[in-house]
């Protein structure tokens, strides 16, 4: 997930499933195309990727305060973060675009890999 996005530079909320479906999270920054860790990256209890299961996740961004959570699609959420930071970089402080990227990494044993979206909703305020 991507928010604050202008050019090479935004905040990004990463999902990263392992081979085993065991769910990982992380909160990121690019700055000028140079990606680097505002946090640990954190599993992900109790949620296990498994064929044709969704995955439900939100992405806030107030001021500098980030935080992310996921969880199965067909439970509810759990209204708790699983990861969270402050962050005061220059230039990510500012309004701009928000958006989704997909990436499947090689090799994947248990392809094919099918990545979509049913819903995507964006808040200011």
Do not use: C, H
């Amino acid at each position: 997930m991507l928010a604050r996005a202008n050019g090479t530079t935004a905040y990004r909320a990463a999902i990263r499933v392992a081979t085993s479906g065991a769910v990982f999270v992380q909160l990121k920054k690019a700055v000028n195309g140079v990606e680097s860790n505002v946090g640990s990256e954190v599993a992900v209890s109790g949620l296990n990727a498994a064929a044709a299961a969704q995955i439900a996740f939100r992405f806030d961004v107030v001021g500098s305060q980030l935080q992310f959570r996921v969880w199965a699609a067909s439970g509810t959420d759990p209204g708790t973060w699983q990861v969270s930071a402050t962050d005061t970089t220059a230039g990510l402080g500012v309004a701009g675009s928000e958006g989704i990227r997909f990436f499947t990494g090689a090799p994947v044993p248990n392809g094919p890999v099918i990545d979509s979206l049913s819903s995507f909703q964006v808040r200011q305020g």
